[in-house]
């Protein structure tokens, strides 16, 4: 398996065509189509970035990420693309601009060639929730690849992309990372522009990627990272590389996290988790184990603070201006009847989870108390980490369940992000690994997890653990 900067090499070497790339995914897409993972092949386009990549290279530029194909999750706009967040209501938009991160690839030389399949508005944990039909596991047809960014996982998973990107508002890149056995990253908040995301709850969510390695998801995400003018959340800070730091099992210390409820993660996921950790002190390296207080209520903090920024963002849904419009006598009418048939049962769900915690009776009761909760695990985590480098912990609490398991037990699905929620929180970077797999072979990950804006080290502790398991 080739990593990135060797396709990249080759590439700008001229050793490989651009374009026979771009013939080879194709036909690879193709092959995977009963999996559901692509939403808009964008084949005619890709060609043509093909054709003038390798005229440019011919001419003697070189480019950061030549010749790499890319999927695009289907709720980051792409210029004259149809996009659609996998939502009925929005079918039809094409969107007049690019992403920032879009952007960003393009200019670097990567290639798109695809927008995936997902959980309707980010909303859901399964790949089962999108308005096109679910997306089902690489390897194990009847199971869940994990969401809300299925799609995105999948094409890497099965190889006919070499990143992809997806995006995260409580874990929808680490756990169908975990699931389908593959590197999966979610950066500190603000270190990726969210200018051209379609918004969920915009305190939580960013851009992530997925791939093969872990030295394939920091070089995308140095060519991605960076102050946006267009986006006033992201942070000017220099990305620095994880070979520009320095890692000793002395003086950066590893934190451990101490699970709490054992009994309901999944048996084989602990006893992966806790190999590694044997592994570790075999190698003479001392991990430490801590406990966050406040970790039991991110499944609840999240869904309250979620679904009510999810309830204020998908207000301009209506039909008006772009997407599925249904006319019916008057405007309450029309706006109920386009409304009604464009978005699907999950993201009616939240929104009205969300208005409800946000109404004048609750808003005490239910969004403040999470605010605080919020605050509270911040808190916690930072004086946790005060000694420590990085914080080993699950990703999620099972591997991939089988289709139709969890769909109508919310909590259950809601359950999966118990893990990954923490990061997103406290705007932390933190990364996805595959250790192991459970009984019928479906991948089992772990996460790395780093203080904010501290992605070098994180992926150097990656980087290494990837190597010594």
């Known amino acids: 398996m080739k990593t990135i900067q060797e396709i990249v090499d080759a590439v700008n070497r001229q050793q490989l065509d651009p374009l026979d790339r771009v013939e080879e995914a194709i036909a690879k897409l193709t092959r995977i189509e009963p999996l559901n993972a692509v939403r808009f092949l964008l084949a005619d386009s890709a060609r043509q970035t093909a054709i003038t990549l390798r ?24 210029k004259g693309d149809e996009n659609t967040a996998a939502s009925k209501i929005l079918q039809g938009y094409h969107s007049p601009f690019d992403a920032t991160a879009v952007e960003r690839l393009r200019a670097a030389g990567a290639i798109i060639l695809a927008k995936t399949n997902m959980d309707e508005f980010a909303m859901g944990s399964s790949g089962e929730n ?65 200018y051209g995301l379609i918004a969920f709850a915009s305190s939580l969510d960013q851009i992530g990627v997925f791939g093969k390695c872990v030295q394939d998801v920091e070089l995308v ?83 309250i603070l979620a679904t009510a920024e999810a309830s204020a963002n998908l207000a301009r849904y209506d039909g008006g201006r772009y997407g599925t419009r249904i006319e019916k006598e008057g405007l309450r009418e029309t706006y109920r009847a386009t409304r009604g048939y464009g978005f699907g049962k999950e993201v009616k769900r939240r929104i009205l989870m969300g208005t409800f915690v946000l109404s004048a009776g609750y808003y005490d009761a239910y969004y403040r108390k999470a605010m605080k909760a919020r605050r509270k695990m911040s808190n ?24 139709g398991e969890k769909i109508n037990d919310p909590i259950s699905m809601y359950l999966s992000d118990i ?51």
């Open 221 to 303: 995400l140095s060519v991605l990272g960076g102050m946006d003018e267009k986006d006033a959340t992201s942070i000017n800070k220099p990305f620095i590389r994880m070979h520009d730091v320095s890692f000793s099992p002395d003086k950066n210390k590893i934190a451990a996290l101490d699970i709490p409820n054992k009994d309901a993660v999944q048996k084989e996921v602990r006893l992966a988790f806790e190999n590694v950790l044997q592994k570790l002190q075999n190698n003479g390296i001392t991990v430490e184990t801590v406990s966050i207080p406040s970790f039991d209520l991110s499944v609840a903090m999240y869904y």
């Open 419 to 469: 893990f990954t929620i923490p990061a997103n929180a406290i705007g932390a970077p933190s990364v996805s690994i595959p250790i192991g797999k459970d009984e019928n072979h479906l991948p089992i990950g772990m996460q790395v997890m780093a203080k904010p804006f501290e992605e070098a080290i994180m992926f150097r502790v990656a980087h290494w653990l990837e190597t010594i398991l």
């Open 130 to 194: 999108s308005g096109y039909g679910l997306t089902r596991h690489p390897t194990h047809w009847n199971y869940v690849p994990g969401g809300s960014s299925s799609g995105s996982a999948v094409v890497v998973a099965t190889g006919a992309v070499d990143i992809s990107l997806g995006s995260e508002t409580g874990g929808s890149v680490r756990q169908p990372a975990s699931f389908c056995g593959i590197v999966g990253v979610k950066p500190s908040y603000g270190r990726i522009s969210r």
């Open 55 to 78: 005229d440019r290279i011919q001419k003697g530029e070189t480019f950061p990420l030549a010749g790499v194909i890319v999927a695009v999750k289907d709720n980051i706009v792409t």
């Open 380 to 403: 916690e985590f930072f004086d946790v980490m005060k000694n420590f480098s990085v914080l080993l912990l699950p990703t999620s609490p099972t591997t991939a369940f089988q289709i």
